[in-house]
């Protein structure tokens, strides 16, 4: 597959661009904290840095991938919205994390919401899921203000988490789904 261009996507608020090395500092602080439990965390440095490059090395792999949220105004980043693929996930997957200073304030939802538009309509994937720990209420409700519903019988790469489908109905694995 060609090199994709990774897109830049604007909100009010935010930015949506490509990951940089300037973002592993704050990346690695969360991965490696507590905060990190809802993911499978916390997790060394060297699984964190690996996390962190499959996140970026996806858009070449893939066609889709990580995007660091920025504030337009400030330059600082304030988390990752991303669509995830490949063998560790059975689906194409929507998934967010917000740095702890960045939460409360809705920039999840615009972040999240802005990238399914893209991947509905840029990328035409037919469906997304969002796989989330049940104990993280916080996503929970996000995934359903983004229109997810739960999809009980959806495959998931942990027996424990709950899917949220975001739109369609499953036609084919982030593995095999088509890239174009």
Known sequence: ??????????TPRLRLRAMTHAD????????MSERAQFMGGPFDQPRAWGMFCADH??????????????DR????????VAI??????PEWEL???????????????????TLQNWARETRRLPTLVSYVDPGNHRSRRLAERLGA????????PDPADLVYR??????GTAEGAGMG
Do not use: K
Not at 24 to 31: G, I, K, R, S, T
Not at 149 to 156: P, T, W, Y
Not at 166 to 171: E, L, M
């Open 24 to 31: 592993w500092p704050d990346y690695a602080a969360l991965m």
């Open 57 to 70: 090395a996806q858009w070449d792999l893939l066609g889709c991938g990580a995007l660091m949220i920025e």
């Open 149 to 156: 519903v739960q999809d009980a019988a959806a495959s998931r």
């Open 1 to 10: 597959m060609p090199h994709p261009e990774i897109p830049q996507l604007t």
């Open 166 to 171: 975001h739109f369609g109905t499953p036609q």
């Open 95 to 113: 998934g967010w994390l917000l740095y702890p200073a960045a939460e409360g304030r809705g920039l999840a939802f615009e972040a999240a919401s």
């Open 84 to 89: 995830n693929g490949g063998p560790l996930f």
């Open 73 to 80: 105004t400030t330059g600082r980043a304030l988390g990752q």
